[in-house]
């Protein structure tokens, strides 16, 4: 890696069988496609604990030091999927999620760990409540507030219905590479969950 900054999250990587679920979700909303609306690859999905920014290389070996601190004191646990919304609302939606559900207490406390050991290594600290979910669709920036609510009235009653819970092990240190056609994520490092 050469001295160029490193844009990069921390992050809860999704099994397989979840990202094909998603994958056959998106498929059944295929009628609601219109230009204005850039839905996520399900293989890009990922439940984003702390975006970083650009990181320099040299600080990124510290970063995983005190992530994988952060973490390990953390046993696993699971979540389950529930409904999908949008951001900010309906009326003027930006993004289109899926929550999560399940021991959404124990995802709250991971995250806030590590927000912490990432703001003693001075990245900014959090400032708005932690949400727990999956960004599956994203508005473009210039389509008007009726095409949102157009899109919110097609989207919103879609259901994604409810498989086997999600085991969280481990988060990851992720490398988001921006392209021409959407960002890349790599895996720098994987940080398992070793509490009892």
């Not at 990069?8 to 094909?20: G, N, R």
């Not at 995983?64 to 409904?83: I, Q, W, Y």
């Not at 979910?133 to 508005?139: D, F, M, P, Y």
């Not at 008007?144 to 969280?168: N, T």
């Amino acid at each position: 890696m050469n001295g160029e900054a490193v844009r990069s999250f921390i992050a809860v990587e999704l099994p397989a069988e979840l990202v094909k679920r998603l994958n056959d979700f998106q498929a059944g909303l295929s009628a609601v496609r219109p230009q204005h609306v850039k839905w996520v690859d399900p293989a890009s999905i990922h439940l984003t604990l702390k975006f970083l920014g650009d990181v320099d290389p040299a600080h990124l070996e510290a970063v995983k030091e005190s992530a994988a601190a952060a973490v390990r004191s953390f046993r696993p646990f699971e979540l389950t999927t529930g409904r999908t919304g949008f951001f900010p609302g309906p009326q003027r939606a930006r993004v289109f999620w899926l929550g999560l559900e399940g021991d959404c207490v124990e995802l709250g406390r991971l995250q806030q760990g590590i927000d912490i050991a990432m703001s003693k290594l001075g990245f900014e600290s959090e400032n708005r409540p932690f949400s727990a979910h999956l960004t599956l669709a994203r508005l473009r920036e210039g389509c008007s507030g009726a095409q949102r609510l157009e899109f919110a009235d097609l989207a919103g009653p879609a259901i994604f219905e409810a498989g086997p819970p999600m085991q969280v092990k481990s988060a990851a240190l992720m490398r988001s590479q921006l392209t021409p056609r959407g960002a890349v994520y790599t895996r720098l490092a994987e940080f398992p969950l070793q509490g009892r």
